[in-house]
């Protein structure tokens, strides 16, 4: 994929999108904590490696390249992101930055830890 043809997505800083998904997630009376565990849970980074990353303002491009451990597990992670069926994304990096966004919906849906954390 060359530069001109990149998403947008891929190259906003993540540190831009964090605090939406914290937003989010608080209006709906979950936590920043919260937030953070499924990020670590989908990244492998630990708490000092995710905030290393936002306080470098990488981009989401970076961010999931630099990712310690993707967990194998995240492709249970199926249904509809934006209209779009997650596991139908065949773009590597969008699959996994709607595999982010699906995890901070179900949080802010109330659904329980356990069960967002296949």
Known sequence: MTTAAKHRIFTTPFASVYPLYIAKAERKGRTKAEVDAVILWLTGFSQAGLDAQIAAGSDFETF????????????????????VRIEEIEEPLMREIRYLDKLVDELAKGRPMEKILR
């Open 64 to 83: 999931f390249a630099e990712a310690p451990r993707l967990n194998p597990a995240r492709s249970g992670i199926t249904g509809l992101i934006c209209g």
